[in-house]
């Protein structure tokens, strides 16, 4: 496993590679590549142009699938407070050359949560373009190329944005985010 920090406006954010081994990588794929997808996906209330996703269960996926308790594990080294989080959401990602993808913050600059990314791909040419960007005071910061496998940690409050695979790329770009969100004390769902 190979771990790199990188800090925007103070947070950090966490790039993790050699996680899941290629069969793993590549099962997984092939399962995403079978799945039925919905144009729904908006980076923000006004968008347009939404990208196709798809749903899981977040309770089940977290606790029933090898990425989503891989993910948890990670989470909780990284984060002493990661046993305080939920998954609230999981789904993919899919975009592909036409589509089109805004800056985006995934909670409130007032809240805590934290996404986890994982590029589903089992290939990725670096010219494919697809990089995750992240901003900070609306200037490009950080691009994170979706390399297979790899799984990126961050504040759901910091500015970012998937962009979207050039035009010789002919593949889908699926990205698996999984949203965290503080458990709250007395919470009755
Ligand atoms: O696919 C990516 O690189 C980013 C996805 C994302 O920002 C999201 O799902 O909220
Ligand atoms: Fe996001």
């Known amino acids: 496993m190979q771990k790199k920090i990188e800090i925007i406006d103070g947070k950090e954010i966490h790039i993790i590679d050699d996680i899941f081994s290629v069969a793993e990588i590549e099962a997984f794929y092939e399962y995403v590549n079978s799945l039925s997808f919905r144009k729904r996906e908006k980076s923000l209330s006004y968008d347009e142009f939404p990208i196709f996703s798809t749903d899981f269960i977040p309770a089940t996926f977290e606790t029933e699938t090898f990425i989503g308790k891989k993910s948890r594990e990670i989470l909780n080294q990284i984060n002493s407070a990661g046993k305080d989080y939920e998954m609230c ?3 993919i990602n899919l975009c592909a050359y036409g589509d089109v993808e805004y800056p985006h913050f995934d909670c409130d600059p007032d809240q805590s949560d934290i996404t986890v990314l994982y590029y589903v791909n089992k290939f990725w ?3 494919y373009g697809g990089e995750t ?3 900070e005071n609306k200037q490009s910061r950080l691009a994170i190329l979706p390399t297979p496998g790899r799984i990126v ?3 759901g409050n910091i500015e970012h944005m998937g962009t979207i695979p050039t035009r010789i790329c002919k593949l889908s770009r699926y990205s698996l985010a999984m949203k965290f969100r503080k458990k709250k004390n ?4």
């Open 186 to 189: 007395h919470d009755k769902n």
């Open 133 to 135: 960007i992240f901003y």
């Open 125 to 127: 040419d670096y010219k």
């Open 153 to 155: 940690i961050f504040p």
């Open 89 to 91: 959401r999981s789904y």
